[in-house]
């Protein structure tokens, strides 16, 4: 199975920070690579898809970008209603694998 | 918008099976792949298996081959995970989601867009 590795696995920031989360895979994964934000209680929700690709009706803070077998999630200002924990996720193969996670909190 | 609504919270005893269901609202018909998800408590999250009922293909992740079966009833719009030899380290939150994707250029990129609202599954004697 392809492996994904996030960090860190916990931050600290306030709004209007600059907010970045990294994953990198075990292989390359041609940049199929989901980012999920999850608060407790609630299901996942789909961010950014095939890396940088902004899903319909999330904000305009949230970007990301990919570098080989690394990638990037970025919050630009992050906002009271950001924090929440984050998920990487590969969908290159048929088994997908998620991140272990990274909480973002005050 | 299609909605995914699973069945109610399950208490089960070691050893035993849960079967959980993934409704699709509307009666929108299953022409998506599902992937089933789950979160034990305090963890991260960890995809078991999917199913692409137009073609009735399975796929399971190795950690839970033999002990998972996925299944779609196309008549009611439904997909069903049941779980095997339950231990309490089964005991978790299951989410069904919608395996879907957009093309880029020439790539279909696949993603989770639509979730379930998840199944708490507690595993106790």
């Known amino acids: 199975d392809i492996q994904m590795t996030q960090s860190p696995p916990s931050l600290s920031a306030s709004v209007g920070d600059r907010v970045t989360i990294t994953c990198r895979a075990s292989q390359t994964i041609n940049n199929f690579l989901n980012w999920y934000q999850q608060k407790p209680g609630k299901a996942p929700e789909l961010l950014i898809y095939a890396a940088s690709s902004l899903h319909s009706g999330v904000p305009s803070r949230f970007s990301g970008s990919a570098s080989g077998t690394d990638f990037t999630l970025t919050i630009s200002s992050l906002q009271p209603e950001d924090f929440a924990t984050y998920y990487c996720q590969q969908t290159y193969r048929t088994f997908r694998t998620f991140g272990q996670g990274t909480k973002v909190e005050i | 918008q299609v909605q995914l609504v699973q069945s109610g919270a399950e208490v089960k005893k070691p050893g035993s099976s849960v079967k959980v269901s993934c409704k699709a609202s509307g009666g929108t018909s299953i022409s998506y792949a599902i992937s089933w998800v789950r979160q034990a408590p305090g963890q991260g999250l960890e995809w078991m298996g999917g199913i692409i009922p137009l073609f009735e293909t399975t796929n399971y992740s190795q950690k839970f081959q033999g002990r998972v079966t996925i299944t779609a009833d196309d008549s009611t719009s439904t997909v069903y995970m049941e779980l095997s030899s339950l231990g309490p380290e089964d005991t978790a939150v299951y989410f069904c989601?919608?395996?879907?994707?957009?093309?880029?250029?020439?790539?279909?990129?696949?993603?989770?867009?639509?979730w379930g609202n998840g199944t708490t599954v507690t595993v106790s004697s």
């Open positions: 989601a919608r395996d879907s994707g957009n093309y880029i250029d020439t790539t279909y990129f696949f993603y989770m867009d639509v």
